[in-house]
């Protein structure tokens, strides 16, 4: 029985702290995950400090702590208890010793999961407890495992600390690795061997046992309820009423201060669907998750249908749960370990009905193609599923605000092409307001009736789809809308230019006025069918062939004008043509003829 008794005080000892330091280390690293405070370093260090300290060291500081003159201990002693030499110092000593695993292991495991999964459930209105239950513990089990199984091994093992604050007293402190000290100091080998044998099997055990689960078990399924992965039946309807409002309005005045530039935008739009053109970091994802609350401009508004989501001289900041926005990120966002149906349930309102929630449900699959599907998880979908039903839960929030960041980015071609069809059917039927992001000039034109052009963290243009392409105004936004012909020009007279680069006078429809660039769009140059029949036409120039490169439909022809190329940068314009275009064009004899029309000559702000 004298062998067990050091067994059982460690199981005893390592079990308690284990589960008192899985609760301390979880609720740390939460802490410390959204703590951003000028003291965290210090709070960081003070967290970890027994990871790096001698065991005697830090049972001295304890014993300096919970001893009799201690700060601690003379709390204590007021109410007559005494913590040192008790087996509940065995416990503070393992305690204290292994909480800096499980916080740090914790922590790590936090960090790992995807920002934009938390970013999401916010907002689809989930507050930061329920994130926490549903979202953080679920995908951070792994990592929650490996600490409360580091945890253990360390509080079993202690014994420096517990031997400082705790002592050696037999059947109340003395645990197995002070009974192995104890034993071989003695000169009592077998007793030592059995003891170390003991723990060595149960440190493998643990370890053995966990590490079967967690191959086992990638993800633990949820516990929603499996009946409304029906399908819908055809002509279902949303059962939530429609938007209440009849005018939607959103009026954004911000400023941020980013690496490099500043973000500096103030615009306005209603329900017509607004994309947001701009090279890469000019700032439209920035603009996007401002409105969503994702991130807080330095200053300036956001008002949403009369409701100020954010105003920096009133104080008001409304958190993303409190500002109905559907965000549909470029990852999709999608909950790993949710279903497909728990996914596009999860930002529904909670007071709806479990009978409500699945007819939602179902008409959401079946509004993006899915329908039977709901019972399938992420990693079971391919990428246009996926993006499909992060629309589905977008929407079946029933947001007041549509913001969709380059959606179809990491879409091949042809998923593409299908995925912006369901999306223009799925925003036909949607009340609200869109703004939607992307690098595709064709898409934007195709899905959005007016456009925002943003360059360097300003707007540089604002209009419809149709002024925004054929009369841009500045150099800039031609470049960003596709335009590829620029030069600069020295003024003739109001309808005569100039153009320095290509050498050549030009006719001009519109009145030139301030303008020191034009450019035309490669498609828009013309090639006459006779050349010998249209060299007086206005605007028609003889050119040669510099170079080509080719698409499945279109050839682009790199020009040099009045006369032949030296080589293949040597050129002027480009032009672009679709093939059958092509095969009448290049057996013609240079030189060719090609006309710019004065009409599509765009004059342009440098």
């Avoid at 990592?143 to 059947?171: D, H, K, W």
């Avoid at 329900?271 to 994802?285: D, E, H, R, T, W």
């Avoid at 032009?575 to 710019?596: C, H, M, S, Y």
Wanted: charged fraction near 20%.
């Amino acid at each position: 029985m004298n062998y067990l008794t050091p067994i059982w005080i460690s199981l005893k000892t390592a079990t308690t702290a284990t589960i008192i330091t899985f609760f301390l280390g979880i609720i740390a690293a939460w802490w410390m995950l959204g703590y951003r405070g000028k003291f965290k370093a210090i709070i960081e260090g003070l967290l970890t400090a027994p990871l790096v300290l001698p065991p005697t060291v830090m049972g001295f500081i304890l014993l300096l702590l919970f001893g009799r003159n201690g700060f601690i201990g003379k709390i204590l002693n007021y109410f007559d208890l005494t913590i040192i030499f008790t087996w509940y110092a065995t416990v503070i000593a393992s305690t204290v010793v292994a909480f800096p695993l499980m916080y740090k292991t914790a922590l790590g495991a936090f960090k790992q999961i995807d920002s934009n999964l938390l970013a999401c459930a916010r907002t689809l209105g989930a507050s930061e407890w329920r994130i926490f239950r549903q979202i953080i513990l679920p995908l951070a089990t792994h990592g929650l495992i490996a600490g409360t199984i580091l945890t253990f091994a360390r509080a079993l093992g202690e014994f420096g600390a517990t031997l400082m604050l705790a002592g050696s007293i037999p059947g109340k402190t003395n645990t197995i690795p002070i009974a192995i000290f104890f034993a071989a100091e003695s000169g009592d080998m077998d007793r030592a061997l059995f003891l170390t044998l003991i723990m060595l099997g149960m440190s493998l055990g643990v370890i053995g046992a966990v590490n079967y689960w967690t191959e086992n078990n990638r993800y633990g399924k949820s516990k929603f309820p499996k009946f409304w992965m029906t399908q819908a039946k055809p002509g279902k309807k949303s059962v939530n009423y429609p938007l209440p409002k009849t005018e939607f309005e959103l009026i954004v005045k911000i400023e941020k201060q980013l690496p490099g530039f500043l973000l500096d935008v103030a615009f306005k739009t209603n329900q017509v669907p607004l994309g947001l053109l701009g090279a890469s970091g000019a700032g439209k994802s920035l603009i996007l998750r401002s409105i969503a609350g994702l991130e807080n401009p330095d200053k300036g508004y956001i008002i949403l249908n009369g409701k100020t989501l954010f105003d920096s001289s009133k104080g008001i900041n409304l958190p993303p749960q409190d500002r109905a926005c559907g965000f549909l990120f470029q990852n999709y966002a999608l909950f790993p370990h949710l279903t497909v149906a728990e996914n596009i349930a999860f930002g529904m309102p909670r007071e709806n009905s479990l009978r409500e929630i699945k007819q939602e449900v179902e008409y959401q699959c079946t509004a993006v193609d899915l329908p039977g599907m709901g019972d399938r998880y992420p990693s079971e979908l391919s990428g246009g599923q996926q993006q499909r039903v992060a629309l589905a839960r977008a929407m079946a929030s029933k947001p007041e605000i549509l913001l969709l960041d380059e959606p179809f980015s990491a879409l091949d071609t042809y998923l593409r092409d299908r995925q912006e069809k369901l999306l223009r059917k799925n925003l036909t039927h949607y009340q609200g307001i869109t703004l939607f992001i992307t690098h595709n000039l064709e898409e934007a034109y195709r899905v959005c009736p007016n456009l925002l052009v943003i360059d360097g963290g300003r707007i540089i243009g604002y209009d419809d789809k149709h002024k925004i392409f054929d009369y841009p105004y500045n150099f800039r936004t031609a470049q960003l809308t596709g335009c590829k012909n620029f030069s600069r020009i020295t003024v003739i007279n109001k309808h005569k230019v100039n153009a320095i680069e290509w050498n050549c006078i030009l006719d001009v429809a519109e009145p030139i006025g301030n303008s020191n660039y034009i450019g035309i769009r490669a498609h828009q140059l013309i090639f006459p069918n006779n050349d010998n029949d249209n060299n007086d036409e206005v605007n028609s120039f003889p050119c040669w062939l510099a170079n080509i490169s080719e698409t499945q439909h279109r050839m682009t022809l790199y020009l040099k004008l009045h006369q032949p190329a030296r080589h293949s940068d040597d050129y002027h314009i480009q032009a672009e043509v679709f093939k059958n275009k092509w095969l009448k064009l290049k057996d013609r004899p240079f030189p060719w003829n090609v006309q710019l029309n004065p009409v599509r000559i765009m004059l342009l702000h440098g």
